[in-house]
Nanobody, 126 residues
Framework: QVQLVESGGGLVQAGGSLRLSCAAS????????MGWFRQAPGKELEFVAA????????YYGHSVKGRFTISRDNAKNTLYLQMNSLKPEDTAVYYC???????????????????WGQGTQVTVAS
């Protein structure tokens, strides 16, 4: 079972940028599809972005497409989320997750992800 640790969250001004990282240990990172999800207080968990094992395929939630970029460095066992043009509504706890199924497709369904990080808080000031 892969262990995931997010970092890079913090307070940022609206319109600014932030890069989140997710460090993986254990398992085989390069064999897992990876995703980012977020949850604002009192709201449902929301899909943000997903990436295939090789990084060749990406998928974004409607609310972040064009502003966020998911990427991975398999040599470093690290997943990234570059967030640009941040809005107050992006404020949430951001989680990375690993899909350990032996597949190469990406999924937006949180139910398909097996391992989750602890989350990192992103706060966007108005």
């Amino acid at each position: 079972q892969v262990q995931l640790v997010e970092s890079g969250g913090g307070l940022v001004q609206a319109g600014g940028s932030l890069r989140l990282s997710c460090a993986a240990s254990g398992g085989t990172f390069s064999s897992y599809g990876m995703g980012w999800f977020r949850q604002a207080p009192g709201k449902e968990l929301e899909f943000v972005a997903a990436i295939s094992t090789s990084g060749g395929s990406t998928y974004y939630g409607h609310s972040v497409k064009g502003r966020f970029t998911i990427s991975r460095d398999n040599a470093k066992n690290t997943l990234y989320l570059q967030m640009n043009s941040l809005k107050p509504e992006d404020t949430a706890v951001y989680y990375c997750a690993a899909d350990e199924r032996p597949i190469v497709v990406v999924t937006a369904s949180e139910n398909e992800y097996d391992s989750w990080g602890q989350g990192t808080q992103v706060t966007v000031a108005s």
